[in-house]
């Protein structure tokens, strides 16, 4: 009786380990595998990373310490370590007029208006689209200008004062370069000059040298120019008194502010043949 006994009992608590088995609680191996089929079931947290569903976030793509546990805690990982790049000071300013630099000493002669130069503002628009920070804007300004500054790229500007000084001052400058002015477009009108021709002979005068060189042309081209009251038709009549009285005519002074070089030239021109006459 008591083997029988047993060996009831023997089936009985081996027919509570099968599924079949009702009113009798789970062991402790029921348990175990229950949770290793749950696990198999929903994957483990590497087969997240290395097969993500279509269209989820691949976090296998970031570098391992921005990766986390879930989508969300990667991209929080990623926003603060883009966060921090934004607050080391690799950012652009608001605007691109808020940009500060020098010029090297190499390149400072060829830019003497920092603000208000148009290849620099350029520079400004163009670092600020890119997003360049202060310290690379600088860095790129200098390394590009002292280039072409050394390269000879470069021109430096006219100093227009300077110039002046060198035909007798401001007020006499702009007389005489009147009177170029004036002798050039004559040329133009009569067609001795092409539009292009006399654009060209026009540049020449933003410096001194420029000026006098057109002016020994206007003296030995044999023309007159506007204002002179060059009469031809009296040249032959021309004596060594009317020279002499014209060359204390002011417009024969390279020094006043009436200096015509045009009227000089036909006085030392006349001057020459009536002493020649003698």
């Known amino acids: 009786m008591t083997t029988e006994g047993n060996g009831e009992g023997a089936a009985g608590e081996d027919a509570g380990g099968n599924d079949d088995a009702g009113g009798k609680p789970e ?3 029921d348990k175990a595998r229950a949770a290793a089929a749950d696990a198999d079931a929903k994957g483990s947290p590497a087969d997240k990373v290395a097969a993500p569903a279509d269209g989820g976030f691949d976090m296998a793509q970031l570098p391992e310490h921005l990766r986390g546990e879930s989508p969300d805690d990667a991209l929080g990982k990623v926003f603060k370590a883009y966060q921090g790049l934004r607050d080391s000071g690799v950012k652009p300013p608001e605007k691109s007029d808020d ?19 148009p290849m620099l503002k350029a520079f400004r628009k163009t670092a600020h689209e890119a997003g360049l ?17 050394k ?11 300077a110039e002046a000084a060198k035909l007798g001052g401001e007020q006499q400058a702009f007389a005489r370069i009147n009177t170029v ?3 050039l477009d004559l040329q133009k009108t009569n067609q001795v000059l092409t539009e292009g021709e006399h654009l060209q002979l026009s540049l020449m005068m933003a410096e001194a040298d420029g000026v ?19 009469d031809q038709g009296n040249d032959q ?18 020094h006043s502010p009436k200096y015509d070089p045009d009227f000089r030239a036909r006085v030392d021109r006349l001057g020459k043949q009536a002493s020649s006459r003698k």
């Open 237 to 254: 009549g021309y004596t060594m008194d009317d020279y002499r009285r014209d060359m204390k005519d002011e417009r024969y002074d390279t």
């Open 99 to 117: 940009y500060s630099f020098d010029i090297g000493a190499e390149a400072k002669p060829y830019f003497p208006d920092l603000d208000n130069d």
């Open 181 to 183: 002015d004036k002798w």
């Open 27 to 29: 062991t402790m191996l």
């Open 151 to 161: 390269d000879g790229v470069l021109e430096k500007p006219i100093d227009a004062n």
């Open 133 to 149: 920070g202060q310290e690379q804007f600088q860095k790129i300004v200098n390394g590009v200008t002292e280039a072409m500054a």
């Open 212 to 230: 006098t060189a057109l002016e020994k042309i206007m003296k030995n081209s044999g023309q007159q120019g506007p204002g002179t009251g060059g």
